[in-house]
């Protein structure tokens, strides 16, 4: 049974920090692709950072150069450093795997930016 589990979240201010961890389990870690995705209230979900089973990242033009997504193959865990947060990066964020042609997601986990 594959499980993905994210944590981190929490209420920050204005031009803070905080670092997401997402764990997965039921999986082959190593092989599979992971991605941070975030809804805010009233808008699509949409892709924040994704990085490959090779290390290779991409990431929204509205988080390059604040956000850093890396990922501890031995831990099964990826993570998503985010720093100068903003008001506008308010959402839920999830977690996402690919695997095998499937893909997975975590419950999600609330971050709060107040200005």
């Known amino acids: 049974q594959v499980q993905v589990v994210e944590s981190g979240g929490g209420l920050v201010q204005a031009g803070g920090s905080l670092r997401l961890s997402c764990a997965a389990s039921?999986?082959?870690?190593?092989?599979?692709?992971m991605g941070w995705y975030r809804q805010a209230p009233g808008k699509q979900r949409e892709l924040v950072a994704h990085i490959t089973s090779g290390s290779s990242t991409n990431y929204a033009d509205s988080v390059k150069g604040r956000f850093t997504i890396s990922r501890d193959n031995a831990k099964k865990t990826v993570y998503l450093q985010m720093n100068s947060l903003r008001p506008e990066d308010t959402a839920v964020y999830y977690c996402n795997v690919h695997f095998r042609l499937r893909e997975y997601w975590g419950q999600g986990t609330q971050v709060t930016v107040s200005s």
């Open positions: 039921g999986i082959i870690f190593s092989i599979s692709a």
